[in-house]
């Protein structure tokens, strides 16, 4: 009966006691909650992961931190249960008075939890769970302070930062809280986060200051933009229950100037700087670029200036060519006169003086001035010059002795004239110089023949300015016309035939003794090669060797340069000693081509390199004696060691 009692009483005493069970993840959904005051509660929700959610039970207490509990600022009698099998929430009564005050704060924590369905304790503690969780409360009796930006427009250029300040009014009397307020920009023209940064971000202010001020960096690049603007934008002021954003002061403009020569750079186009015409002709045509950006339109103002007068010449002296938006080349076509007044060669500037936007490329002056040359006109005699429909060429080795020179009569034909042709300083090239060309009456088209001279000279490429002077029978020389010159080109092999020097092109060479290894134990080689004939010009000789015997030659292919002035340079190549026995053997080195105009020989471009057999390929049995007898037979033994080739 005894032993009866204590089973009872110890069966008792377990079910009195809690014991814990099992661990469990509760946590609040947020650990910081604003609250009105008008709103009359605050609803905190507790979350559960785990196979105990459906019957667990938790305690929670609340402590005043500087709110007031008992009725004053919330309703609590300092500690609760909530049931979150059930699906409940902690609910924490808030008092509404009317009575302005700062924003006050309490705390609710999560203490502890049990498992209704065993009555046991769960460990809620050290899980990961957020057990604590803050209660804002924020006044709605204020009257609000407004808030906004300083300033509404600001200037500004790539590169540069600015500083865009936040103003606030003062709080109401016994008010006093820090703020923080937060700003977006806003893509308007200028991108935001690319040509502005940052694009968004946030800005505090402690409860004593009435001011703060944030950095937008305007970022500097190399692309050619015209004037752009971002808004910077206040999106919030927090708490937003004591203030208000003032929608006059919402926003703020970031203009930022064009930048990168946005509206272009003006020049004339390259060859562009001169330009030669008839009267006949009856304008002359230039083009004018707009380098950098294009952005909207523009107008370049020129003008002609010249010895003579311009307006006898031209139709207008001055005037304007104009650019669209996104343009880059524009036309200008400049009218020239047709009269009949006989006159020589004149010579004119145009010039580029202003620009309505951009701006001129001053780094020479050719950038902005062009020369504009009128030939020689109304002379019944006519205008000489030379032809330049075809080049003058000539190869000393090939031609005949002499070129056929063209040259024009031109706006008119009247009479027989002549002029001389010649070539500026001929050296010893021609034979004959100073040649006469004549006209007869009518003529429009006169060929004469230039005599070179034929040696044996080695010469290299040589270019002869061709001249027309001494007109006769009232004809004149345009002296505006475009050079023209004869090419003589270069001749009797003048940067050299390239070839092996005689008695190099069968060479005998034995592999090194004393071998050490494959890298160290080489022998080099020297192969002359020589240059006959001109020496003009730094050539390059290359080489290589048949494939067959790359490896015993190396390097199995190359290059040596044979330096202006010079007739010989050495080729070097080694011979490898690789352990195998071998017979004897044929490399060939050949030299494969050269540069910079010279030419190969027909004969002695190959060199015969031969290996003499090595590494005991064959040999006799040495220390081998006999002793015989007049009329005797003896016999010889031959030893073949190495591989058996």
């Not at 063209?406 to 010649?422: D, I, K």
Request: aromatic content about 8%.
């Amino acid at each position: 009966m005894a032993q009866h009692l204590v089973v009872v009483a110890v069966f008792i005493l377990l079910s009195m006691v809690s014991v814990t069970c099992s661990a469990q993840l509760v946590s609040f959904q947020s650990t910081r909650v604003d609250v009105v005051e008008g709103d009359g509660a605050v609803v905190l929700p507790v979350t559960c992961a785990g196979s105990l959610c459906s019957s667990l039970e938790c305690t929670y207490t609340t402590e005043a931190i500087t709110a007031s509990s008992g009725s004053v600022d919330f309703v609590s009698s300092g500690s609760g249960t909530v049931s979150i099998g059930n699906g409940e929430d902690i609910v924490i009564q808030i008092v509404d008075d009317n009575v302005p005050e700062n924003p006050e704060t309490l705390r609710v924590e999560l203490i502890s939890c049990i498992d209704t369905a065993s009555s046991s304790q769960v460990n809620i503690h050290d899980q990961g769970g957020e057990l604590s969780a803050i209660v804002q409360i924020l006044d709605d009796d204020v009257e609000k302070t407004s808030v906004g930006f300083s300033s509404s427009f600001f200037q500004t250029e790539e590169g540069d930062v600015i500083e865009v300040e936040i103003a606030r009014s003062n709080f109401p009397t016994g008010i006093s809280l820090p703020s923080v307020y937060n700003f977006q920009l806003t893509t308007s023209s200028a991108t935001a986060g690319v040509d502005v940064k940052p694009s968004s971000g946030s800005v505090s202010m402690f409860a004593n200051q009435t001011t703060a001020r944030f950095s937008l960096t305007i970022e500097d690049d190399t692309l050619p933009e015209g004037p752009e603007a971002i808004v910077v934008e206040l999106t919030r002021a927090y708490p937003s229950q004591y203030l208000a954003i003032t929608s006059s002061k919402k926003t703020a403009v970031v203009s930022i100037a064009g930048n990168d020569d946005y509206e272009g750079v003006f020049a004339f186009a390259p060859g562009q700087i001169s330009k030669s015409v008839f009267e006949e002709d009856g304008s002359v045509t230039f083009s004018i670029q707009r380098g950098g950006g294009a952005f909207g339109g523009a107008t370049v103002n020129w003008q002609i200036t010249g010895t003579t007068n311009p307006e006898l010449d031209f139709v207008s002296k001055s005037g304007q060519v104009s650019f669209s938006n996104g343009q880059q080349i524009a036309t200008l076509s400049i009218p020239v006169v047709d009269d009949d007044v006989e006159e020589g060669v004149e010579t004119f500037i145009l010039e580029l003086v202003s620009t309505s936007a951009g701006r001129f490329n001053t780094t020479v002056s050719s950038n902005t001035k062009a020369t504009i040359y009128i030939s020689v006109s109304d002379n019944p005699h006519g205008t000489l010059r030379i032809d330049t429909s075809s080049p003058y060429i000539v190869d000393e080795d090939k031609d005949s002795g002499a070129i056929s020179i063209t040259v024009l009569r031109l706006f008119g034909t009247q009479g027989t004239v002549a002029a001389v042709l010649s070539a500026e300083d001929p050296n010893e090239d021609f034979d004959a110089n100073n040649v006469p060309v004549v006209f007869e009456d009518g003529e429009e088209t006169a060929r004469v023949a230039l005599v070179f001279t034929r040696d044996s000279i080695p010469e290299e490429e040589e270019r002869f300015l061709l001249k027309l002077t001494s007109p006769f029978g009232g004809a004149v020389i345009d002296t505006s016309a475009p050079p023209v010159y004869i090419t003589i080109l270069a001749s009797d092999d003048a940067y050299g035939v390239f070839s092996f020097k005689e008695g190099f092109t069968n060479v005998l060479v034995s592999e090194p003794t004393n071998y050490i290894n494959a890298t160290s134990n080489k022998m080099q080689l020297s192969l002359p090669v020589v240059r006959t004939g001109g020496a003009f010009g730094d050539i390059a000789v290359f080489f290589s060797v048949d494939a067959q015997h790359s490896h015993d030659i190396t390097p199995s292919s190359g290059s040596v340069i044979m330096s202006e002035g010079k007739f010989a340079v050495n080729i070097s190549v080694f011979v490898a000693n690789d352990l195998v026995p071998e017979l004897v053997e044929n490399a060939i080195v050949t030299l494969d081509s050269v540069s910079g105009g010279a030419t190969l020989a027909h004969t002695n471009t190959k060199a015969n390199i031969t290996i003499v057999a090595n590494d005991d390929a064959i040999d006799f049995v040495s220390g081998y004696t006999q002793v015989v007898s007049e009329g005797d037979s003896i016999v010889l033994n031959i030893y073949r060691s190495g591989h058996a080739k």
